[in-house]
């Protein structure tokens, strides 16, 4: 029996069972990182002496008759912008090279709680600015399917680690497709929330109006398990919803008869690979048999989401890195005198897309421009919401791809920002209107894994857990 392969809830079965130990299973995971990580490179840092501390607390917990949570003694990968007290978080960025944060992000606290083991700290785009994992500062991360491609970013090595074994779940970020577009290419699930469903105290920014965090897992019901311990409200976090935390795991039906989805038309034009396409109606004519009505939709302002989300992604960046000059924390290059360390630890500390992103969002919040672009791209993201807004008048979720393409080659789009950027035009409208979205996983093209996309009202996960539980049961029977 390959432990690193089962989904969580039958790893905590066995558990329950006395059929395997967290410390067995833990060392199994640890193996695998040890035998496969020299090639993926999902992992910034291994935390293998707390892991097996932490699983040794569990197995004495268990065996004192405690009652424990689905997820005590389940290894995690957490995302290397996700603060771990007293475990480094780099942002995979030369800047913050040897930062060791002194508390846990709200969600890492959760978790803890619930007795999940975290095994390391997941590679990741810089300032998860990037949408292929090769803008870190280290080294990139590797697709388990092809280590001639690339995993998707910005949260590439959380995927990667799922899909390769190294962890049973994982957390990741979402600022434009941050974790659906890594788990379409690497053939697992992942979840945006609403924007405010899951605490962000704790997540070091990127563009705080568009970030949230979320799981990526290998089964729908795992995903379900994981949303109940960290959705709810946080008194650290101002943007946090003051939203009661529904029982998620009751939402695993098939029974879709009657759910009426919409199919975005502005989501299947060019640049859509016909096979994905292909893909995508087939599991509509599945949903279809299960009795769901399935019809096509328009979302008229899809076509400016690109240029709207980058404008104002960047004005954020630009202000939320403000911070990283060398004085409080992280690198500082030592000088002559304050200005030139300023400067030269930017320059030195910063990646080349972080530095291109910093520049613009300056520029579009110059007084010069802030008119011409930045209140334009706000304009446009109401418009967008509000593409939304009527869609959801009539249908209960929306069907898209996760991607244009399945994964790519790793340096294929690396000197050509605007294909980059591009690369996430699906997944980019729900961030701008705050809503959750889910990639999962339907099949493949040459080997490689397509990923399917749900979008839902918002706070309305259940739903998408609905639809992708019916489609999982689909896909796999």
Known sequence: MELTSLPIHQLHDLMVKKEISCLELTRAYLDRISQIEERIKAFLTVTAEEALEQAR?????????????P?????????????????????????????IPPVDATVVKKLKEAGSIIVG????????????????AFYPTRNPFDY????????????????????????????????????????????????????????????SSLDQIGPFTSDVRDLAQILNVICGPDS???????????????SLTVDIKGLRIGLPREYFGVGLDSRIRAQIQEAAYKLEELGAICEEVSLPHTEYAVTAHYIISCAEASSNLARYDGVRYGLRVDTEDVLSMFKKTRAQGFGSEVKRRIMLG??????????????????????????FARA???????????????????????????????????????????????????GTIEGMPVGLQLIARHFDEETLLKVGYALEQINFS
């Open 148 to 207: 001639d491609r690339a995993p998707g970013g910005s949260s590439g090595g959380s995927a990667a680690a799922v899909a390769a074994g190294e962890a049973a779940f994982a957390l990741g970020s979402d600022t434009g497709g941050g974790i659906r577009q890594p788990a379409a290419f690497c053939g697992v699930i992942g979840l945006k929330p609403t924007y405010g469903r899951v605490s962000r105290s704790g997540l070091i920014s990127h563009a």
């Open 121 to 136: 700290k997941s590679n990741m785009d810089e300032f998860s600015m990037g949408s292929s994992t090769e803008n870190s």
């Open 57 to 69: 607390k569990i197995d004495e917990q268990r065996a004192r008759g405690e009652k424990l949570s």
């Open 362 to 387: 300056t520029l579009n919040l110059s007084a010069f421009y802030y008119d011409t672009y930045y209140s334009e791209a706000l304009k446009v993201r109401t418009l967008n919401r509000h593409d």
């Open 71 to 99: 997820l005590a003694g389940i290894p995690v990968a957490v995302k290397d912008d996700i603060c771990t007290a007293g475990i480094k978080t780099t942002c995979a960025s030369k800047i913050l090279y040897n930062y």
């Open 392 to 442: 959801f008048e009539k249908y209960d979720c929306l069907l898209t791809p996760a991607s244009l393409t399945t994964a790519f080659k790793l340096g294929e789009k690396a000197e050509d920002p605007l294909a980059m950027y591009q690369s996430n035009v699906c997944t980019l409208p729900a961030n701008l209107a705050g809503l959750p979205a889910m990639s999962l996983p339907f």
């Open 236 to 250: 650290q976090d101002s943007i946090s919803a003051q939203v009661d935390v529904p029982d998620f795991t009751q």
